[in-house]
């Protein structure tokens, strides 16, 4: 994805929040958390579709907002017993000097073990990815424009997290991920939208699973493939995890597949694409991902969805939308928007705020 123009966006969301992100299936999984860059406009869609203006969650240059840039500076590392260099937050950005700087370098021994799914190390000979640019199969380019590039490593964009190497991630530089965010109206035994009581607003659902490894609620998604496109991963992780498509014979693969697509076909809502405040990123490595919403309007399409849980979900079901939610990491923050632009319930207690 080099340095791309940006569009103006299509819809603005008043919303400043911070982020955070989810793991996954290898070499890590899904994530979420915006940051817009200083100098640079939102992120923007290709599709015929919205995408919401976030506000920036840090300064990439001057320093980190004492509630973002959290979870890329959290010890231990995931899966590990690693600590990191402490970073404090004026200490984050790049520009500020700090000559005593001194991070703790690790990568995974599952991610040293070469697996598809990893680059090889900086040193070793035969390795010499382009990076910031499209690499054979690899995407290397980021969401968020150019990346510098020192001592032969990526430097995260959004500054320092006391950690070099790769950690868990397998790509020097960007990881990509795409997470579907499936929606319908709440509906009674009559076919009526449900309304809520307090807001007045009609109450939206999505399709959450229940994540094995650490039994929260979450969207469904993972990583982009080498060579995939981002509709395909959407349709394709939204399968595994809410579907079971992996476990499914021919037959029902065929059949599910017609589902799938006419479900990923539609007009669709692309929430957020971007960097990622995510307790795996370092120095070197870091999650970027593409939060999309397909919304059915009628129910026709979602009601005759066979939700099944698989890959890494424990259990799948449709979750009504509010601020009680407890997701994991900032998942609630994607559905807040989602929630916002449908016009639907999120807040016994919130201001309308602004509906595109």
């Given at each position: 994805m080099?340095?791309?123009?940006?569009?103006?966006?299509?819809?603005?969301?008043?919303?400043?929040?911070?982020?955070?992100?989810?793991?996954?299936?290898?070499?890590?999984g899904r994530c979420w958390a915006p940051l817009q860059l200083p100098g640079q406009g939102p992120p923007y869609s290709s599709s015929s579709s919205?995408?919401?203006?976030?506000?920036?969650?840090?300064?990439?240059?001057?320093?980190?907002?004492?509630?973002?840039?959290?979870?890329?500076?959290?010890?231990?590392?995931?899966?590990?017993?690693?600590?990191?260099?402490?970073?404090?937050?004026?200490?984050?950005?790049?520009?500020?000097?700090?000559?005593?700087?001194?991070?703790?370098?690790?990568?995974?021994?599952?991610?040293?073990?070469?697996p598809m799914w990893a680059d090889p190390q900086i040193s070793e000979?035969?390795?010499s990815?382009?990076?910031?640019?499209?690499?054979?199969?690899?995407?290397?380019?980021?969401?968020?424009g150019?990346?510098?590039?020192?001592?032969?490593?990526?430097?995260?964009?959004a500054g320092r997290t006391g950690l070099i190497g790769r950690g868990l991630l397998g790509r020097w530089g960007p990881n990509h991920a795409a997470d579907p965010i499936i929606t319908r109206w709440k509906r009674d035994s009559s076919g009526n939208k449900v309304i809520h009581p307090h807001s007045g607003k009609n109450i939206l659902q999505f399709v959450a699973i229940k994540r094995k490894d650490c039994g929260e609620w979450a969207i469904p998604g993972g990583m982009v493939d080498p060579g995939?496109?981002?509709?395909?991963?959407?349709?394709?992780?939204?399968?595994?995890?809410?579907?079971?498509?992996?476990?499914?014979?021919?037959?029902?693969?065929?059949?599910?597949?017609?589902?799938?697509?006419?479900?990923?076909?539609?007009?669709?809502?692309?929430?957020?694409?971007?960097?990622?405040?995510?307790?795996?990123?370092?120095?070197?490595?870091?999650?970027e991902t593409e939060a999309v919403n397909y919304h059915d309007e009628t129910g026709e399409t979602m009601d005759n969805l066979a939700l099944e849980a698989g890959d890494d979900a424990g259990k799948v079901k449709w979750v009504d939308i509010s601020d009680k939610l407890k997701l994991y990491a900032s998942h609630s923050q994607f559905i807040k928007l989602v929630a916002e632009k449908r016009g639907a319930h999120w807040s016994e207690d919130s201001e309308p705020g602004c509906h595109g």
């Open positions: 080099a340095a791309r123009g940006l569009a103006q966006a299509l819809a603005t969301v008043c919303l400043s929040a911070s982020l955070s992100c989810v793991t996954g299936r290898a070499p890590g919205h995408l919401f203006h976030l506000s920036p969650v840090m300064s990439g240059s001057n320093g980190a907002d004492e509630n973002s840039h959290n979870k890329a500076r959290t010890s231990p590392y995931p899966g590990s017993k690693v600590e990191r260099s402490q970073v404090p937050n004026e200490k984050v950005g790049w520009l500020v000097e700090w000559q005593e700087y001194n991070p703790v370098e690790y990568t995974a021994v599952s991610v040293l073990a070469g000979r035969n390795f990815p382009k990076f910031n640019e499209k690499d054979g199969h690899v995407e290397r380019k980021s969401q968020n150019l990346y510098e590039i020192e001592n032969g490593r990526p430097r995260n964009p995939e496109k981002i509709s395909a991963t959407l349709k394709r992780e939204f399968g595994e995890e809410a579907m079971n498509s992996l476990q499914k014979s021919s037959a029902e693969k065929q059949d599910m597949e017609e589902q799938l697509h006419k479900l990923f076909s539609q007009e669709h809502l692309v929430v957020y694409k971007g960097y990622v405040d995510d307790p795996r990123n370092t120095d070197n490595a870091w999650m």
